[in-house]
């Protein structure tokens, strides 16, 4: 059994969790990005997005309904 936060997560964790004070520049840049793809199409409809979108309805579909409702 791995440690949430620790080195030996358990999971299906495709990446590992970050590590704040290691990387805190790569997660602005990721921020940063995001805002921008998502100022540009933020219904994310555009076909390059297309698969983003499909991989995020399917990984976390109740966030979907929860931007809906407010």
């Known amino acids: 059994m791995g ?8 999971g299906d964790f495709e990446l590992r969790l970050a590590r704040l004070p ?25 076909p390059r997005h297309l698969p983003l979108k499909e991989r995020a309805l399917g990984r976390y579909p109740r966030a979907v309904e929860l931007f809906r409702t407010g």
């Open 3 to 10: 440690d949430l936060i620790g080195e030996r997560q358990a």
């Open 22 to 46: 290691d990387d805190t520049a790569i997660l602005e840049q990721a921020r940063t990005v995001a805002a921008a793809l998502l100022a540009e199409d933020p219904m994310l409809v555009r």
